[in-house]
Structure formats: C-alpha cells, structure tokens
C-alpha cells in the first residue's frame, strides 16, 4: 500500500493498493470519500489553530471550511486581518479582506460567491 502517487513498473501513476490512475482514474463516489476526509482533516486544522469558527453562523463556517481546504492551513493563518475581523464580526472588513487578496485573484468568481456568503450570511456548499 503506498500512500503517495507513485509510477509502477511499467510507468503509470498509481495509488494505493496499485490502483492505476493514469488510465483508470477514480470514481464520483471515490472522490467524494476523499474530499469528506479532506474536510473532517481542515475542522481539525481549524479547530486547533482557530478555535473561535465553531461560533459562527454554519454559512460563515463553510466559508472557512472551504478557503481552508482550498488554501492550506499555513496560508490560510495568514490572513491575518480577514481573521480578526470576522472573529469581531466586521462582516464588511472581512469581505473586502477576502476580495482585496492574491487569493482572490487566482480563485475569480469563487472568492467572490465565498465573500458575498460571508458578508451576508448565506450558505453554500463546501
């Protein structure tokens, strides 16, 4: 079992338990798996670096949930002001955090719809 995307012996990426990715790739419902471990991973990530989430709103949350699945817990620590803001509950500042960052610039439309769910309290799917 390897737990890492290796090349086997005839050069094909593979996971697992020599699962062949390159030409098999996965399944909606393997995905799915993943991406819920991936999650409870970031609510842990959360939980330890910014015990406050929990006490927000379940929308502002999968707003959180979502940047830090998408950023890394390490980058997303540093949006320093967007945290306190939110964590005052300046929903405005940290919306216009949230839009004035390179983030923002890479994601497009997606850092829009997280900030508009942020600052209105509305909820989306992670």
Known sequence: ??????????GYWTI??????QTLGITKDEAMYL?????KRVEVELDSNVSWWRSLSEARQNVLLDMCFN??????LQFKNFLAAIQDGRWEDGYREMLDSRWADQVGAR?????KAMHDDILVEV
């Open 16 to 21: 697992g338990v020599g699962r062949n990715i």
């Open 111 to 115: 850092a829009q719809r997280l900030a």
């Open 1 to 10: 079992m390897e737990a890492h995307a290796y090349q086997c012996s005839e």
């Open 71 to 76: 950023l890394g817990i390490s980058r997303f």
């Open 35 to 39: 991406l819920a471990n991936d999650l």
